[in-house]
């Protein structure tokens, strides 16, 4: 079954998390973006979300708790070059108490082409046990309110279909 990618349209109704023109040394011996700097925009993008959800610095060292990613997923679907300006949007699917599944999308906003999705299933953790917690109630509530906000949406996740929270 072929995956239904949304239009950069509809990707645009989701948060914007970051904005970036990609830098020349991102260009492999392809000629496009390696790789690796895909995962590193959407890793930059991920920790910019949960500043959104009020984490900082004194969340990791003070607090000593973090998050762990579990799995990932990504998909190509149009090269970015540099000097591209790309947009990361996210959408978040579901949670369980300390787990969450989403998606972040790139969108390159020079040429109006979606260039890749991500899709990641990502735990809260105990940074001093080193392991997964529960979600504090306000990130839940947070959380949760998105999935809902983002449940709305009249088009559906392009999820692989073998991860989930």
Not at 114 to 127: Q, R
Request: proline residues 5%.
């Amino acid at each position: 079954m072929r995956v239904q990618f949304p239009t950069v349209e509809q990707v645009k109704q989701l948060p914007l998390l970051m904005q970036k023109t990609i830098p020349p040394e991102y260009e492999d011996q392809n000629g496009h973006v390696n790789i690796q700097h895909y995962l590193s925009l959407h890793d930059e993008a991920g920790w910019l979300f949960f500043v959104t959800l009020g984490v900082d610095e004194d969340y990791f060292k003070v607090q000593r708790k973090g998050f762990f990613d579990l799995e990932h997923h990504l998909h190509y679907t149009a090269e970015l070059h540099v000097g591209d300006v790309v947009a990361v949007y996210g959408r978040l699917l579901a949670r369980t108490p300390k787990r969450m599944h989403g998606m972040w999308f790139i969108v390159n906003e020079t040429r109006s082409q979606l260039s890749n999705t991500f899709e990641f299933v990502t735990s809260h953790a105990d940074l001093d046990a080193r392991r997964t917690s529960p979600f504090p109630d306000n990130f839940a509530a947070q959380i949760d309110a998105l999935i809902a906000e983002h449940a709305m949406l009249e088009w559906d996740a392009p999820v692989c279909g073998v991860i989930s929270a």
